[in-house]
């Protein structure tokens, strides 16, 4: 795969090692993770090298970001880098079970509410007892922007797409527990956004 197919996303290199940050601190050091949305496959290429024991699966729903993981994949070399598959989070089997972790960034603000459902109903079926759901991105909270800068950003998903837009984390939480989900943990990122994370109840 030429390394030319290889695409760039900004904010990927701003938002890179505080993501690391916070799943060296919750992830298992070992296990296998399923990253929904990968994008441009930058972020499965900058992580998965240093978190080496864990086995890193990244899929994009989009053909063409399909082809740019895969060149990013071709460039990093990583041997617990696998290759990319096409998945769209709808989709009812993701091909995949006894998951540790599934990784989802900047993906359930930039396509319609039924695809948050369906990241977590997958998630649900798809992790171990145990297993680890990670969300980063922009987030309401109580139904009110955080910043100002996320409330522009807002407008700007709708205008793009009436069916887009930041979420409330009430909601995100609530569709995660109707699944079978719990809300774990959340912590402030930069540029304000969040990290959360929910957790398969052990004994579920
Ligand atoms: C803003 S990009 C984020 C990509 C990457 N996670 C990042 O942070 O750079 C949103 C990604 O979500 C993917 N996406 C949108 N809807 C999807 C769906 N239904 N299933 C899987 N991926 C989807 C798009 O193809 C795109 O790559």
Redesign the pocket.
């Known amino acids: 795969m030429s390394q030319d197919r290889r695409r760039h ?1 900004e ?2 290199l701003r ?1 890179r090692e505080p993501i690391l940050q916070v799943l060296q601190s919750i992830l298992p050091v070992e296990g296998a993770l399923l ?6 496959g ?2 499965a290429a900058h992580l998965a090298p240093r978190m080496p024991k864990l086995r890193w699966i990244p ?4 053909e063409d ?1 399909v082809e740019s993981i895969a060149a990013w994949r071709a460039a990093t070399g990583s041997p617990n880098l696998d290759a990319p598959r096409l ?4 989709e009812e089997d993701w091909g995949v079970n006894d998951l540790d972790a599934v990784l ?4 359930i603000h ?2 319609p509410w039924e ?1 948050t459902e ?1 990241l977590m109903r997958g998630s649900a079926r798809a992790l171990k007892p145990g297993g680890l759901l990670y969300l ?1 991105g922009p987030f309401m909270i109580d139904g009110l922007h955080t910043a100002p800068s996320n409330e522009r950003f807002d407008r700007m998903l709708l205008m793009q797409d009436p069916s887009w837009g930041v979420r409330d984390l009430g909601a995100v939480t609530d569709a995660a527990f109707a699944a079978g989900l719990v809300l774990e943990g959340q912590v402030e990122m930069p540029a304000n956004n969040l990290s959360v994370w929910f957790r398969r109840p052990p004994s579920a």
């Open positions: 996303a904010a990927t938002n990253e929904i949305a990968s994008g441009t930058e972020h899929t994009d729903g989009d970001a998945l769209d989070v709808r989802c960034v900047n993906m930039i396509s695809c369906a980063y």
